[in-house]
């Protein structure tokens, strides 16, 4: 569609150059249903170069298939950690997504009226981080009893609640 | 091996008392939806929730909307251009700088060559879709006071601090447009690449856009660079910090790295067709082709 | 981790307490039942071979899990033969299984296919005459157009019933498929179904030799062998060939149905490393909106 959009406005600028409209610059549906290629002369000539400086900018191009793991730095100014904790010395463990960001996320819902707090990637003891976890949240939001779900089988805890920014808290000072 | 029970652990030991897990000793987790069937009898049967005669009972169900005769709402307003020229105006999803601080300190994008739009997109964090009317990146000023970068970046709008931001640490800044199908194919370089279409010429703004785009005040692509400098050194003394001496700058190259304003990728020109699986490009040899696409 | 109540659940609840292991090693003698291994499975190990601790190099290993082993064995011999020792990659063979998802999995692969042929006529497919069966008025009984309306049970037509033919298709996400497959591979290794061998050369294609190798190992009736091409050794293919339960398969084929289905799952060291790859990208992958988007034309 947009090539021949191009194509008549070098033939309104140039209105000599019928040459360009006789060059087939049509796109097919698809390879079954464009015409062979016919007569070489017909088509516009072209040259094969390989430069490997010019190649550096299309490589540049390539999206990389995974995250690899970030490089230690002196400082993050965005405020992003990466994980200090010794896997050894832990019962439970809570793994950092592959973008190397801490799993814990709000679920909106019943138009923001419902929010849940959803930390997933426990591995390990779950009971255990349960039972660090809760009342170390309780005791931050001054005593309220909160309704917090364990779910062993997709490694995830649900609380009740906006606490995203305590639950991260919670982590980061255990260096997840 | 110590006591602490790792992914899988526990799960091991109990599979290894239990019987072999087969086809036959599968179920589904509890709480699953069920497909519902039409109710037969007693069960949902009868007259299958639509009560007792009336337009529910005999399927004459009035149209949403109708008010049983007089005009209705939806019909009584004439014009309602809440939604007028829409598709002629131009969006700009946000990326703050606290995102790309972010991207850079998790190594997500390089520092050290340009930042543009298709860099950007190949991170896989920025959602931008030209199909609805994106038309680029629009920095705002999000995490400014926390931003250290230095970087060449190429966005297609953006505000007065966050060229103060990005200028205060070294680098630079430039508004560029794209057309929509440029933004495409930026979005997506591999796919515009398996075509085998040659590179097209990036189009010039729109009329209601080419003022932005020459204004030095924006660094738009199209400005003079000389006027830029200038607005380098106002924006420094406006906010106080002192300017950092570009010439002097070991990245001063890649610093100063710019595309043509006819050209969507850096160093590769229009006109070109890009081979990827074989590493080649080929480039036309006709004079009127290579006329046309230097223009 | 497991629900207990889910395991409860599976049926033929009697353990199978005699069945031999070689894991022993690997497990915490916490809550399993001491398993005693009989002389004659005792592993031989080659004396001309060195019983190398063969420990390939994983590669995104993840934090807090520890690599799976597992004994690379020959079929080069009836008896069993140990020639070697991999790693398995945890993410692949050591996560804790999903067995909703297993069930999902097998769920899709049957109803992927599954047209149902089954159909019930309507009114109007129905044979029989259009005519009024009596008088609208003056009878004093109920008044009907025809004899094939649903009212009428034994000459009437279905209104909601079974309209052939109805596939059952439906499209599993890429990530359940993943899960499905790394739960039954896990299971597999965890129950002692899963044995690593070199290659599937045999050195007769006498049909008997894999019968006998299959009795002497105790490896279950049937047996699912995984190579990495689709063309493979001769003497395998003969002498598979015959028997229904013993079965060869590419890696590209490898399913959660079929390593359910068969008792014993066989894959040489090539086919272990193609799974680990094709499953790690998938698991690192970041584009997830070009697989899991919506199909958009002209994009």
């Known amino acids: 569609m947009l090539p021949v959009r191009g194509l008549i406005r070098a033939v309104k600028q140039n209105p000599n150059s019928l040459k360009y409209l006789q060059l087939n610059l049509l796109r097919h549906g698809s390879y079954f249903t464009s015409k062979p290629v016919g007569d070489p002369s017909k088509y516009t000539d072209y040259e094969i170069t390989q430069n490997p400086e010019e190649w550096k900018y299309v490589e540049r191009l390539f999206v990389k298939p995974r995250i690899p793991t970030p490089k230690p730095k002196d400082s993050y100014p965005s405020g992003w950690t990466p994980q200090t904790v010794d896997p050894e010395k832990c019962t439970w463990f809570v793994h950092r997504n592959k973008a190397h960001m801490m799993p814990v996320y709000l679920d909106i819902s019943e138009r923001g009226m419902r929010r849940l707090t959803k930390i997933k990637k426990v591995d390990g003891d779950i009971w255990a981080f349960y039972k660090e976890l809760k009342p170390w949240l309780e005791m931050v939001n001054r005593g309220k009893i909160l309704g917090i779900k364990v779910n062993e089988v997709q490694q995830e805890i649900l609380i009740h609640g906006d606490h995203v920014n305590q639950c991260r808290r919670f982590l980061l000072d255990r260096g997840f | 091996m110590g006591l602490k029970p790792k992914m899988g652990d526990l799960t091991v030991q109990m599979l290894r008392a239990l019987p072999r897990i087969g086809l036959y000793n599968l179920k589904p987790i509890l709480g699953m939806p069920k497909l519902s069937k039409r109710g037969r009898g007693q069960h949902g049967g009868d007259k299958h929730g639509c009560g007792n005669k009336g337009s529910g009972q005999r399927q004459n169900i009035m149209r949403p909307g109708y008010e049983t005769g007089n005009q209705p709402f939806y019909l009584l307003f004439g014009n309602e251009p809440y939604y007028y020229r829409h598709h002629l105006r131009r969006q700009y999803p946000p ?9 850079i300190d998790t190594d997500r994008i390089d520092v050290d060559r340009p930042i543009d739009l298709a860099a950007i997109c190949a991170t896989g964090v920025y959602r931008f879709f030209p199909n609805i009317k994106h038309f680029g990146i629009n920095l705002t000023d999000e995490g400014i006071d926390n931003f250290k970068a230095k970087v060449n970046i190429e966005v297609q709008w953006t505000s007065e601090p966050v060229i103060a931001a990005i200028e205060r640490n070294g680098g630079t800044i430039t508004t560029a447009y794209y057309d929509p199908h440029s933004l495409f194919i930026l979005k997506d370089p591999l796919k515009f690449f398996e075509r085998g279409e040659a590179i097209p010429r990036r189009m010039i703004p729109p009329q209601d856009a080419i003022m932005f785009y020459t204004d030095a005040k924006n660094r738009g692509y199209l400005a003079d660079p000389e006027k830029i400098s200038w607005e380098r050194f106002v924006l420094a003394q406006k906010y106080g910090y002192t300017l950092p001496k570009l010439e002097e700058d070991p990245d001063y190259e890649m610093l100063t790295e710019r595309k043509d304003p006819r050209q ?13 699986h074989e590493k080649v490009i080929l480039k036309p040899k006709d004079n009127e082709l290579r006329e046309y696409y230097q223009q | 981790m497991m629900n207990l109540r889910i395991l409860n659940r599976l049926r033929g609840s009697v353990v199978n307490v005699l069945r031999a292991s070689r894991f022993s090693s690997s497990v915490e003698g916490t809550g399993a039942k001491e398993i005693n291994t009989e002389p004659n499975s005792r592993p031989i190990i080659d004396p001309d071979v060195n019983p190398l601790m063969k420990t390939r190099e994983l590669k995104l290993l993840p934090k807090f899990s520890e690599p799976r082993q597992a004994w690379i064995e020959t079929l080069n011999c009836i008896d069993d033969k140990i020639i070697g020792l991999t790693t398995l990659h945890p993410e692949v063979f050591g996560v804790g299984p999903r067995i909703d998802m297993i069930h999902l999995n097998v769920k899709w692969q049957r109803n992927i296919r599954y047209v149902s042929f089954a159909h019930a006529k309507t009114r109007h497919e129905m044979p029989g005459t259009r005519r009024k069966p009596r008088p609208q008025k003056g009878l004093g009984m109920s008044r009907h157009g025809d004899l094939r309306s649903p009212l009428f049970t034994k000459t009437g037509g279905v209104a909601h019933g079974p309209r052939s033919p109805t596939p059952h298709f439906f499209v599993l996400s890429i990530w359940e498929r993943i899960i499905g497959l790394t739960s039954t591979l896990s299971i597999k290794h965890a129950q002692d179904d899963l044995h690593i061998v070199d290659s599937l050369d045999i050195p007769t294609e006498n049909k ?9 190992r105790k490896w279950g009736p049937s047996v699912l062998m995984v190579d990495v091409p689709d063309l493979m050794p001769r003497n395998i293919t003969v002498a598979t060939d015959e028997i229904k339960h013993i ?15 068969h008792d014993t799952l066989i894959l040489t060291v090539d086919a272990v490393k ?15 909106e070009k697989v899991c988007g919506k199909f958009e034309i002209d994009q």
């Open chain 2, 95 to 103: 990326l703050s700088l606290l995102q790309l601080q972010t991207l």
């Open chain 2, 264 to 276: 969507i990728f850096y160093g590769l020109e229009p006109g070109w067709v890009i081979n990827h």
């Open chain 3, 208 to 216: 008997g030799y894999i019968q006998d190798l299959v009795e002497a």
């Open chain 3, 247 to 261: 079965n060869l398969m590419p890696v590209y084929g490898l399913n959660v149905y079929s390593m359910l289905k």
């Open chain 3, 274 to 288: 193609r799974i680990e790859e094709k499953i790690l990208y998938q698991l690192n992958r970041i584009d997830k």
